[in-house]
């Protein structure tokens, strides 16, 4: 794609206003896609911390394994072509660079594999958790249950009407901040996926199978994931809303939820959009 010079200021500005916007939205929190983001999310809890360390280290490894492979390759090209060395050597064998090729790499494997299977082990080790949340997919929107607080039950699904656009919901799911979050999720019907990029999770809802996650949002704010997870015809429409607030106000919206909600799963958009099973 060949781009002019006005398009390629324009998208040089682009970029120079999402990193600026990346740095300010450390204040007002609303974890969503970004125009012209070109990295992760900004973290919202310590796993995707983690996550994006972990990231930045990987990066610079690669970066400098692909800068040396391709430094011998010239180095090759440019010594070595039928040209400049006519008479090659008939070399086939040096035990000093195959021990190096061969340790080398598995030094830096071992060095990758530890960060990694702490990562991991942080993300499967669910802490004590202050608060549980089902999640249930279902084609095409999720429904989630609040066990701890008077069993209620609620749907959310993709508000049209609602900012930003493809991510706002009518019912969000509502958590207190600072707070261990047990998530659970299973399928009514199909395989779907539940995951929010700010929060490093992602974890598949399996009809007939219970699947355990966690997150603690150490800030207050939106946050938006999507069903990650092909699932039918609708599952781009089936958005993650998270609204993280302080203890206070969950209180009192677990008092609203349970009056709003008393009568089960309800939601002002279900009979639109038709779930089918
Ligand atoms: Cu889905």
Redesign the pocket.
């Known amino acids: 794609m060949k781009m002019s010079n006005g398009q390629m200021g324009r998208r040089l500005l682009g970029l120079t206003a999402a990193g600026m916007a990346l740095v300010a939205g450390g204040m007002a929190f609303a974890a969503q896609p970004q125009p012209w983001e070109i990295t992760l999310q900004p973290a919202a809890t310590p796993v995707m911390e983690n996550i994006i360390s972990f990231h930045n280290l990987l990066l610079v490894i690669i970066t400098l394994i692909t800068l040396f492979v391709l430094a011998l390759l010239v180095i090759v090209v440019i010594k070595f072509n039928a040209k400049a060395n006519p008479v090659p050597s008939r070399t086939t064998h040096n035990t000093l660079i195959e021990v190096a090729w061969t340790l080398i790499p598995v030094l830096i494997l071992v060095g990758i594999a530890v960060p990694s299977f702490r990562l991991l082990f942080q993300q499967l080790d669910i802490p004590k958790a202050d608060l549980t949340v089902k999640v249930t997919?279902k084609?095409?929107y999720w429904s989630y249950a609040y066990p701890d607080n008077g069993k209620f039950e609620f749907d959310s699904l993709m508000a049209q009407d609602k900012q930003p656009r493809l991510l706002g919901v009518d019912n969000e799911m509502v958590v207190p901040v600072n707070k261990v979050i047990r998530v659970q999720t299973t399928g009514a019907d199909?395989?779907?996926?539940f995951a929010l990029p700010a929060f490093g999770v992602k974890i598949d809802?399996i009809p007939g199978r219970l699947n355990e996650t966690w997150f603690k949002a150490t800030k207050t704010g939106m946050y938006y994931g999507q069903?990650s997870?092909?699932?039918?015809k609708d599952?781009a429409f089936?958005p993650i809303a998270i609204r993280v607030v302080d203890d206070q106000e969950f209180a009192s919206w677990v008092e609203a939820a349970k009056k709003k909600y008393a009568s089960g799963g309800t939601s002002t958009y279900a009979s639109a959009a038709g779930p089918t099973q």
């Open positions: 997919g084609q095409w199909v395989i779907h996926a809802a069903c997870e092909l699932c039918g599952h089936m």
